[in-house]
């Protein structure tokens, strides 16, 4: 499996910003992406809604619920777990956020993946 570096922890709280950054098929196609922090653990997805195909946060990183226990999509309210991406609610109608493989090595993550590339980060 091979590791593309994303970025740094540094700044990622449950609650706050998530980090963003775009991956790349085999086909060429680029999609957005990002990585929150959620019970001590850091959790990445692809940024596309499962009711609509747009992205969820309402500002750059923005993806939590006031308490910080849900990531929320700005356009209908669909609620998906920070920890899995299932839908918790909303209109997601059961269909989750796609989770991206993801490690970290001291304060730097990465993506494993042997089918996408990170081909921009806001950080690190
Ligand atoms: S596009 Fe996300 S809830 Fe409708």
């Known amino acids: 499996m091979q590791t ?43 940024n596309k809604c499962g009711h609509i195909a747009v992205q969820l946060d309402y500002m750059p990183g923005e993806f939590f619920s006031d308490d910080g226990e849900s990531l929320i999509c700005a356009t209908h309210g669909a609620e ?6 299932a839908c918790n609610g909303g209109p997601c109608y059961g269909i989750g956020l796609e989770p991206l493989k993801i490690s970290q090595q001291g304060e730097q993550l990465f993506l494993d993946s042997d089918s996408l590339d990170v081909v921009k980060t806001e950080a690190g």
Request: no cysteine; aromatic share 14%.
């Open 4 to 46: 593309k570096l994303i970025g740094s922890t540094d700044g990622l709280e449950q609650g706050g910003k998530g980090l963003r950054f775009d991956v790349k098929n085999a086909s060429g196609d680029v999609m957005p992406a990002f990585v929150i922090r959620y019970d001590s653990q850091y959790f990445a997805y692809l």
């Open 80 to 85: 998906y777990a920070p920890d899995t991406g």
